[in-house]
Nanobody, 126 residues
Framework: QVQLVESGGTLVQAGESLRLSCVASGGSFRSYTIAWFRQAPGKDREFVAC????????YYGDSVKGRFTISRDNAKNTVYLQMNSLRPEDTAVYHC???????????????????WGQGTQVTVSL
């Protein structure tokens, strides 16, 4: 079983950048697909990005493609989410999630991930 702890969320202005971190413990990090999801008040949880286990292939949600970059450092058991050109609509609680057995068609589905962090708040002001 893996435990996840996010950090890095804060208040920024539109157009600025921010990097979130997700540190994993308690499992074989390389074998987990790690994803970022976000949830704004009154909205469903939204897929942001993921880094697939072993291959490290990355996938992005349409609303963040070209602005956000996910990366992983297997030596540090850490996944990062670099967020550039932030917009007010990026305001949300950002969660990282992990799972070991995900097929390609399931990567963007929050229900398929078994392990979740507590989340970190990102607020983007005008």
């Amino acid at each position: 079983q893996v435990q996840l702890v996010e950090s890095g969320g804060t208040l920024v202005q539109a157009g600025e950048s921010l990097r979130l971190s997700c540190v994993a413990s308690g499992g074989s990090f390389r074998s987990y697909t790690i994803a970022w999801f976000r949830q704004a008040p009154g909205k469903d949880r939204e897929f942001v990005a993921c880094s697939r286990s072993n291959s490290g292939h990355t996938y992005y949600g349409d609303s963040v493609k070209g602005r956000f970059t996910i990366s992983r450092d297997n030596a540090k058991n850490t996944v990062y989410l670099q967020m550039n050109s932030l917009r007010p609509e990026d305001t949300a609680v950002y969660h990282c999630a992990a799972d070991r057995q995900l097929i390609l068609s399931s990567l963007r589905s929050a229900e398929q991930y078994d392990y979740w962090g507590q989340g970190t708040q990102v607020t983007v002001s005008l």
